[in-house]
DNA sequence: CGATCTGTTGACTGTTATCAACTCCGGTGG
DNA sequence: CCACCGGAGTTGATAACAGTCAACAGATCG
């Protein structure tokens, strides 16, 4: 894999879900796009509209936000390599608004590019329906995490959740995790006022679980968060790693530097 | 469309997602399958397993619930015609249990029959994909209904989606909803606890939107509880009916003939 | 006809939302 | 350079909503 193709992550992440060979690479260099920059709180795309592009987030975050219901809801959020709106390659119809969340840097596709690839070639069709079926997968998840979980319990998973998708395409290698969220929207994806999201914070870093300063959250005890959240990350869909399970589940408290180490 | 064919409900929700010809119809007809005969509470699947069959209900509700997390959250409701669990013909991999609600007739049908039928013909491919995604859309619009709505709304916009596709199959014309669902399990579903649902309920059919006797729930303020809920069923993907909007919604409060009248 | 599951009610508790005030910070213009 | 401004974060007080516990009633089923 070609290491500065700027579409390598969402391409790395496809050879993850079927074997992709040099044709099949060939076909996604061939990938027409034109490149944004955007600001944050940028609408790439407004409930009621249909899709002509998708769109390839290359840096920053992206996520899909409830127009109505005052507070805007966050239902899910993305990272670099993803394509959030990629099923619209099949059903163009967008329920929602697909938001920057912070600077972002987005690739947008013609969503014809993705149905050609797709009727060319089966196996990497197959592959993009994964990544579907992996979102919808996350959305069911997401479903758990504002229904099932208390606030505390909530915020840690849905940082577990960022911070794993993040390392799966070489980023927040040291859990430092960039964060152009805000406490309102952290609220609004945990569904959550934010001042109570606040208070949440707080106690997580009473907790020496984290720290966040200057749009950087550092999780300082990773297996402490991953124990609290009750996060199982195999419906992310990633290939599996050996960084999620504590070491000695037997220590209840452990800040100290082993759970810190760099893990793969 | 045969009529007393035993999968006409799932044959016509796909020919509303893309044109069915004869030939398809043909390669439906051939669909090889066991039929069962199902307890309340029965298991047809469970987290952790790998599917080798797809279910295709043919009465009665299946849902998805999380074994874990007590109470054993709902994260979606089934209703005759559907296949909860279509997506398996593209990852196998079971990230819930897999239940019926009350007794159930089910059609066990092989997952490589939909896999061979979606490789014979792209429009056929394409109107299962279609059946996919509305379910993607479902579980994203049943984030916001636990997330973003109080108890009162959470029940009635359930109870409005499965009234809704009820009726997009020929079911509950006249409102009135087969409800095997103890009140426990509609807590499940609108993760709130047994006992604030029973009070949810109450405070309903106080407000003369519904009865609920003997296994079966009528809805006898159709439009008011549209209106209490929020209902908007675009998520739901079905061909567009006319009985959503409440023909003068000067009114505020009805509960008259007219609104009851047959609406098709 | 007892056993069990479901529905109902009351009292109490607890989590979270809401409101309001205040601080802190970065940017901007005078 | 500093005053101001707006957005973000923080704090406390209060209220609303929903959860828990416990008891009982009613239905259903062997």
């Not at 590019?113 to 079926?133: G, K, T, V």
Request: charged content about 20%; glycine content about 4%.
């Amino acid at each position: 894999m070609q290491a500065g193709f700027p579409f390598s992550r969402f391409a790395n992440r496809l050879a993850t879900l079927g074997e992709l060979s040099s044709d099949h690479l060939d076909l996604l260099a061939r990938m027409p796009s034109s490149i944004s920059h955007c600001s944050s709180r940028h609408h790439l795309l407004r409930r009621g509209e249909l899709s002509t592009h998708c769109h390839l987030l290359l840096q920053g975050y992206l996520c899909w936000q409830d127009p109505d219901g005052r507070d805007g809801r966050i239902i899910s959020i993305h990272v670099p390599g993803d394509v959030p709106d990629l099923s619209t390659i099949y059903d163009p119809r967008i329920d929602y608004d697909l938001v920057t969340v912070g600077p972002a840097v987005v690739a947008s596709v013609p969503r014809d590019f993705f149905r050609e690839l797709a009727e060319q070639s089966p196996s990497l069709e197959h592959a993009l329906l994964l990544l579907i079926l992996a979102d919808a997968a996350s959305s069911r998840n997401w479903i758990l995490n504002v229904s099932s979980r208390d606030a505390l319990e909530r915020v840690a998973h849905l940082l577990c959740e960022i911070a794993t998708r993040l390392r799966a395409v070489g980023l927040a290698k040291d859990f430092r995790i960039p964060s152009p969220f805000t406490q309102s929207e952290l609220a609004a994806a945990c569904s959550m006022s934010a001042v109570h999201a606040n208070r949440t914070i707080q106690e997580l870093r009473r907790s020496n679980l984290l720290e966040w300063h200057s749009k950087t959250i550092t999780i300082t005890n990773w297996y402490g968060l991953v124990r609290l959240a009750g996060f199982k990350p195999a419906y992310l869909r990633l290939p599996s790693r050996d960084d999620i399970e504590a070491p000695r589940p037997s220590t209840t408290r452990s800040g100290d530097a082993a759970t810190l180490a760099p893990l793969r």
